[in-house]
């Protein structure tokens, strides 16, 4: 199983930028899925997570009306889309998903990381 991410880059402050993040392998279904990012000198913190079926979003208190986490089950696939960018916004990005391995039993993957820049 492996976690693909897309969509980083560099962007002016107020900008927008899409992450895109894509489960491959074998999985029998994905369970609770979010972003996570690092900045330097700081540890790594949860940016927003989704639950199974996209029922429940959460978001970290600084990205709250700028970001919006949403997931597409049939392709494996779950996106964040990062509005009003502001240069506290850089970071490495990380996708984060609990996968079922078998039925009954989930294993937690994380992505390589994509960059995000903002510059003032």
């Known amino acids: 199983v492996q976690l693909v991410e897309s969509g980083g880059g560099l962007v002016q402050a107020g900008g927008s930028l899409r992450l895109s993040c894509v489960v491959t392998g074998r999985t029998f279904s994905l369970n609770n899925m979010g972003w996570y990012r690092e900045a330097p000198g700081k540890q790594r913190e949860l940016v927003a997570q989704?639950?199974?079926?996209?029922?429940?979003?959460i978001y970290a208190d600084s990205v709250k009306g700028r970001f919006t986490i949403s997931r597409n089950d049939l392709a494996n696939a779950m996106d964040l889309q990062m509005n009003d960018l502001k240069p506290e916004d850089t970071a490495v990005y990380y996708c984060?998903?609990?996968?079922?391995?078998?039925?009954?039993?989930?294993?937690?993957?994380w992505g390589q990381g994509t960059q995000v820049t903002v510059s003032s």
């Open positions: 984060n998903a609990d996968v079922f391995i078998s039925r009954v039993a989930t294993q937690n993957y």
């Open positions: 989704i639950t199974t079926g996209g029922m429940r979003t």
